[in-house]
């Protein structure tokens, strides 16, 4: 059978060995009590009288003797006048550190003495006894073979057979359990063979080791995808932050523009204004002027009627009195009604859509958008799709077909559309609209798509992105392939396109705008704007 060795309670205080270090341990940790609380100490000071307390302890010690008027220090009862200055003696705080560094175990343990009638950390717990001791009591404590001591534990019990009562000392691989020496020799581990808790704690160290060794790469690997989540958050945070900044200036160049446009136009109008308002008071000054002539001759006029000489009225030279046709002319009515003499409010209107025109087109600029503008090819639209004189709608018309010329880019199969031209660079958006009747699909599609056949429907084939909507459903189409997207009806859409980047988005425009889908490619040709109908379904692009 196997003979395992036993540490004899000698060793553990024979001179030098470890109990005289546990021992001086003690020592040091009694000289390292404050007075007052009986703990190691924390953030000590000194008093003058040379005597050290944690700071906390001392104040409120003071704070205790202030209305007494009288300090004195809590261990050698010194006095003080006034309230004595505490000053942070640094290198027991530093010794304090280095005690606790050098034994962790002590005060992290939460096992005390079984003896001591206050909690002392023990040092050494006796299986036999089923208690711990600390170095005080483990100087008393019996040197019999049969008691074994170990590491301080709170559960002695545990260690020991529960048939036998006595110490586990081997281990039975068989039956994965630990065992006394009775159960190797009378009991049902009899014949088995175990091993040395110490050797059988080594081999399966060995196994965790090794897989520890597997579990490695695999922590590697997660800190990996770890590390690369949260640069991606960082790259977010930092996006959005850069982006709000752009945002705020963006509005306060908005601000900054719209005052300018209100100044304009105000500007516009008082001008207009002034202008108006000073022939109009230069045309009140002349009719007052002729108002006050007239008001003369017309009380001579009556002065003339009360004369009853006759040689006298009829040789007054001024008698004869010119009649109101005959006065010069005064602008006729003053010029009230005039349309000239009016608010030009024609110039007003311009010069306020020239500004906000300016300011949507800065925005544009900022945003890094083009807002193309976009016609639909009437040569590539199938014989049962209406196309508006604008070239801007797209109906369904399976009752009306409309009188086309042959044309080898016409779609056959499906009613179908293509824009004029196509968009092979830059950042792009345009904003759609649809009736809400039928079915209908929006999206780009390569001019080189087929046009006839199954591969020429644009969600049939890998050279045409859409999205297809009805009063039912709504999913995104490329190359056959469909994604359901869990939305209401919108008559209104808006579509981005950012052709280098390879994005294609949709985005509802409702309140609040939402996001529906994002195709992602690597584009190599031109992509024309493409419209499916049917059930007559109608579309409309806005720029």
């Known amino acids: 059978m196997v003979k395992m060795r036993r540490i004899s309670t000698s060793e553990e205080a024979s001179p ?31 008093l003058r009288c040379g005597h050290n307390f944690c700071r906390s302890c001392i104040v409120s010690a003071l704070d205790a003797q202030e209305a007494a008027g009288v300090y004195s220090c809590p261990d050698c009862r010194a006095e003080y006048p006034e309230r004595p200055a505490l000053e942070k003696n640094r290198k027991l705080g530093n010794i304090v550190e280095h005690f606790l560094s ?29 208690a711990s001791f600390c170095e005080k009591h483990l100087s008393r404590h019996s040197k019999s073979s049969e008691h074994t001591l170990v590491e301080p534990t709170a559960t002695p019990k545990e260690r020991k057979c529960s048939t036998h009562k006595e110490v586990l000392k081997y281990y039975c691989p068989i039956d994965a359990a630990c065992i006394c020496v009775s159960c190797c020799l009378v009991g049902e581990h009899r014949g088995h063979d175990v091993e040395l808790l110490d050797v059988a704690s080594e ?38 932050s850069d982006k709000r900044k752009n945002v705020r200036k963006l509005f306060m160049d908005i601000k900054k523009q719209l005052e300018m446009a209100e100044k304009k136009a105000l500007s516009e109008i008082s001008r207009q204004e002034e202008k108006i308002v000073s022939q109009i008071s230069d045309l009140i000054k002349k009719l007052e002027i002729e108002e006050d002539e007239l008001s003369r001759k017309m009380r001579h006029v009556e002065e003339m009627c009360h004369v009853t000489d006759p040689i006298r009225l009829l040789q007054e030279s001024d008698i004869t009195v010119r009649g109101h046709g005959d006065d010069e002319d005064t602008g006729g009515d003053g010029g009230e009604g005039r349309s000239e003499d ?58 009306e077909e409309q009188d086309r010329p042959e044309s080898p880019e016409r779609f056959l199969i499906y009613p179908q559309v293509l824009s004029r031209c196509g968009l092979s660079s830059d950042r792009h958006y345009w904003e759609l ?32 992105w859409c999205l297809v909507m009805s009063d039912t459903v709504c999913a995104a189409y490329h190359n056959s392939a469909i994604l359901p997207l869990n939305i209401n009806s919108c008559p209104r859409l808006g579509v981005f396109l950012d052709y280098e980047a390879g994005r294609l988005s949709f985005y509802q425009l409702c309140d609040p705008i939402r996001h529906l889908h994002t195709f992602t490619s690597s584009f190599s040709e031109p992509l024309h704007v493409a419209f499916y109908m049917q059930d007559e379904a109608s579309v409309r692009i806005i720029s």
Request: proline share 4%; with cysteine.
């Open 16 to 46: 030098g060995g470890p109990g005289c270090e546990r021992m001086a341990s003690a020592d040091l940790r009694a000289e390292l009590d404050c007075s007052i609380c009986l703990s190691l100490y924390t953030d000590p000071v000194s």
């Open 102 to 130: 050098a034994r962790p175990d002590m005060e992290d343990t939460g096992i005390f003495c079984t003896y001591c009638d206050s909690p002392v950390p023990a040092v050494r717990t006796c299986l036999q006894c089923e």
């Open 203 to 240: 081999k399966k160290k060995e196994k965790l080791r090794k897989y520890l060794k597997e579990l490695n790469p695999q922590k590697a690997d997660i800190q990996a995808r770890l590390h690369n989540l949260q640069d991606r958050q960082r790259n977010i945070q930092e996006k959005a």
């Open 342 to 399: 009016d608010l030009d409010e024609v110039l007003i209107s311009l010069t306020l859509h020239r500004s906000m025109r300016d300011i949507v087109t800065n925005v544009r600029s900022e945003l890094g958008l083009h807002v193309p503008d976009i016609l639909l090819d009437e040569d590539t639209a199938h014989r049962y799709l209406k196309i508006s004189e604008d070239r801007k709608t797209a109906t369904d018309s399976e009752k």
């Open 433 to 464: 609209e649809w009736n809400l009747i039928g079915e209908c699909g929006v999206g780009l599609s390569y001019p080189s798509i087929e046009r006839e056949g199954d591969e020429s429907g644009i969600t049939y084939n890998e050279k045409s």
